[in-house]
């Protein structure tokens, strides 16, 4: 039987996704199993994205055998509940998207069909009562769950924030100290095989050529191999998510360290605040249609927590992905796959998702066509759900005091996102589709938060009667409100847990 087994894989760029890319491949596949080549050079900065993450982000911690602690201090992290949206709905409103569930679904029926029955008879106004997440923020509190019976504090998802650069330093070591190799260098040609056109080598600008039987393209936004020499074509969708550009620039870190990313709509973009230990990080993002780069740097300086760390980097992009995200026998991840704006923090997700999907899918040196495909199609609908959801902050907005928002509000939306706006505007409804990442809780969160109406509340609300409805929901308050004041400050338990 012939040996089709890959036995070399090149990854094209460091940066967040390639070390995401080689730490992984070298604890699942190991370097027996195949060798691993990292190309990058300290002449090509990273744009770095990514500082702020989704709970998923856990899962891959633990795939990798990280302490967490350890992780957290090199990176010098914070702890994230959710996302406060400030000036999103209407100028003066906020609210959260925070992780986990609001309340406790009861009898098969969701929480928030309860809430909803509640809130449209005017008894129940403030859904963050009812999130542990939501309550913590407000009070800047964080702690790890702990084997506490039926308390909320027994499940407290949570995610992080961090350096995007410490980050990459730190996979870098962990993938090291697993034999993956790094080669300092430009690359200057990317060759391929003169019979099929798959990649062969790619050849740094010392002469060096350096083969593989899989390449990993993490170029970024250039997409040095998947683009540049594969011609897999870009899905634009600036119609749905305008937002060109982004201006970003770190500030002096203040005393109180929110567990939350905070966003920040503006009359053309928003403006994201992400806490760490060292400093914060803050940027704008914004459609270059209806403002200027001045104007937006303007915007940035005058709202930071403090005094500005470096000068502001402009990064223009155009939302969108690939048309194939695997071409022949190189997969494209992080950026040279695609860029969706980082308002629900998905990025370092697709990374994620993209390798674990690629894993399954994982090919010999035949590279089956059926799995090329099947990839190309899930991943395509990972952005895309992604992006609706994304899209549905910008349309289901009341803000009319712009020439940006009045396109938003009244901008063309995907049919699916359509169909589930339509849904909720009828009995509150909200539902998850198949593997897509937010679940009907994140759905509800934004819907509600940006000031959606329904005709009426879910209709199976009415299994309890409104006596037990109202009882229980008292005491699902009362006991998160119990345990928010249990947490300690978020800046008291990095302290004592992982401060850098």
């Known amino acids: 039987m012939t040996d089709n087994r890959i036995r070399s894989i090149v990854i094209v760029g460091g940066g967040t996704a390639g070390w995401m890319a080689a730490a992984t491949l070298s604890r699942i596949l190991t370097t027996e199993y195949a060798s691993i080549t990292l190309i990058e050079s300290d002449a090509i900065g990273t744009i770095g994205v990514g500082e702020a993450t989704i709970p998923q982000m856990a899962t891959f911690n633990r795939m990798l055998g990280l302490d967490e602690d350890q992780f957290m201090r090199e990176t010098q992290g914070t702890f994230k509940l959710g996302i406060k949206f400030i000036d999103w709905a209407r100028k003066g409103h906020i609210y959260y998207h925070p992780f986990g569930k609001y309340g406790l679904d009861m009898k098969g029926v969701s929480f928030h069909a309860y809430f909803m029955r509640l809130h449209q008879m005017g008894e129940a106004p403030d859904i963050d009562q009812w999130s542990l997440q939501a309550m913590a923020s407000r009070d800047n509190r964080f702690m790890r769950p702990i084997d506490a019976g039926n308390s909320p504090l027994s499940e ?51 002469g060096s050529e350096i083969e593989g039987d899989l390449f990993i393209d993490c170029s970024g936004f250039r997409g040095l191999i998947i683009e540049q020499t594969l011609k897999a074509g870009y899905t634009d969708w600036s119609k749905y998510l305008p937002c060109n550009r982004a201006i970003a620039v770190p500030c002096e870190s203040i005393d109180e360290w929110t567990p939350y990313t905070q966003s920040t709509a503006h009359s053309a973009g928003w403006q994201w605040r992400i806490p760490l230990q060292h400093r914060i990080g803050n940027g704008h993002v914004f459609c270059s249609e209806f403002m200027s780069d001045d104007e937006a740097t303007s915007i940035l300086l005058a709202n ?54 690629f894993l399954t899918m994982f090919p010999d040196r035949n590279f089956n066509q059926a799995d090329i495909d ?24 009341e803000r009319d005091d712009s020439p940006f928002w009045d396109y938003c509000r009244n901008m063309e939306i995907p049919e699916r996102l359509a169909e589930k706006m339509r849904v909720f505007r009828t009995h509150g409804r909200c539902f998850r589709e198949n593997e897509e990442l937010f679940n009907d809780t994140s759905w509800f969160a934004v819907m509600h938060g940006q000031l959606m109406t329904s005709q009426s509340y879910d209709p199976v609300a009415d299994i309890m009667s409104l006596e037990e409805t109202r009882s229980r929901l008292d005491h699902i308050r009362e006991a998160i409100a119990n345990s928010a004041d249990y947490m300690p400050k978020h800046k008291d338990f990095v302290r004592e847990h992982c401060a850098a």
């Open 156 to 206: 407290i998802p949570y995610a992080f924030h961090f350096d995007a650069g410490l980050y990459a330093k730190f996979l870098r070591n962990y993938s090291e100290e697993r034999r993956v190799v790094r080669r300092e260098g430009m690359i200057n040609e990317v060759r391929l095989r003169g019979e099929d056109g798959f990649v062969q080598s790619v050849v740094l600008q010392d």
């Open 304 to 357: 930071l927590d403090g005094k500005p760390l470096a000068d502001p980097r402009t990064v223009p992009f155009m939302t969108g992905h690939r048309n194939k995200l695997w071409v022949k026998n190189c997969v494209a991840l992080g950026l040279s796959g695609g860029f969706i704006e980082p308002l629900e923090s998905t990025a370092i997700w697709l990374v994620q998702s993209g390798l674990s999907r």
């Open 374 to 397: 099947r990839y190309n199609r899930i991943m395509t609908t990972d952005y895309e759900e992604i992006r609706d959801f994304l899209v549905l902050h910008y349309n289901a907005t």
